[in-house]
T-cell receptor, first 118, second 113 residues
Framework: GAVVSQHPSRVICKSGTSVKIECRSL??????MFWYRQFPKQSLMLMAT?????????EQGVEKDKFLINHASLTLSTLTVTSAHPEDSSFYIC??????????????FGQGTRLTVV | GNSVTQMEGPVTLSEEAFLTINCTYTATGYPSLFWYVQYPGEGLQLLLK?????DKGSNKGFEATYRKETTSFHLEKGSVQVSDSAVYFC????????????FGSGTQLTVLP
């Protein structure tokens, strides 16, 4: 299968600062990328979907001005948590899909980022 | 809406024991069903899937059968190994595509030697 690399794996930041999380497809072109959030002992919740070169589509209840998503190339998407607060502490996971390629509709996942806001 | 209810963990087994992780779902129509596995420090990987009723997905000794009558997709393995220790996620896709995955909460499995 294809590889998706997410960085950093862990980050601690101060309240009020911004944090950027990167998601890279290493050996395929990701026409679509997804960002999920997971609270302890809960499901992965889809936050937003982004297509390369287009604005992200956010799920209901997700603040687009707080969670900035950029998908400027076919191999990189970034999620920036702006003015982070302790309630933003969570596990963030990206996944990527090539709608045109041999993998069909399968999405491949990054290893996740543990964000802690203090 | 769609939802997935998954057996709570953690689950601890001895090597060569039989594994069952229960998963039930609520969805309209005919969803596709998936099991993903996350090994420590890695991303989620697709373990197996089934796209219609009575289909059986299988991979690496794991199996799950799509049971529409009981809305279930339980994961089973006859003899677990230490290397199977991971977190397992049940998921469904209402449209058959990965865009609309709905996940269960995950089950931590630890296999002891």
């Amino acid at each position: 299968g294809a590889v998706v690399s997410q960085h950093p794996s862990r980050v601690i930041c101060k309240s009020g600062t911004s944090v950027k999380i990167e998601c890279r497809s290493l050996d395929f072109q990701a026409t679509t990328m997804f960002w999920y959030r997971q609270f302890p002992k809960q499901s992965l919740m889809l936050m937003a979907t982004s297509n390369e070169g287009s604005k992200a589509t956010y799920e209901q209840g997700v603040e687009k001005d707080k969670f900035l998503i950029n998908h400027a190339s076919l191999t990189l998407s970034t999620l920036t948590v702006t003015s982070a607060h302790p309630e933003d502490s969570s596990f963030y996971i990206c996944s990527a899909r090539d709608n045109r390629g041999a993998f069909g509709t399968e999405a491949f996942f990054g290893q996740g980022t543990r964000l802690t806001v203090v | 809406g769609n939802s997935v209810t998954q057996m709570e963990g953690p689950v601890t087994l001895s090597e060569e024991a039989f594994l069952t992780i229960n998963c039930t779902y609520t969805a309209t129509g005919y969803p596709s069903l998936f099991w993903y596995v996350q090994y420590p420090g890695e991303g989620l990987q697709l373990l197996l899937k089934a796209t219609k009723a009575d289909d059986k997905g299988s991979n690496k000794g794991f199996e799950a059968t799509y049971r529409k009558e009981t809305t279930s997709f339980h994961l089973e393995k006859g003899s677990v190994q230490v290397s199977d220790s991971a977190v397992y996620f049940c998921a469904l896709s209402a449209s058959g595509s990965a865009r609309q995955l709905t996940f269960g909460s995950g089950t931590q499995l630890t296999v002891l030697p």
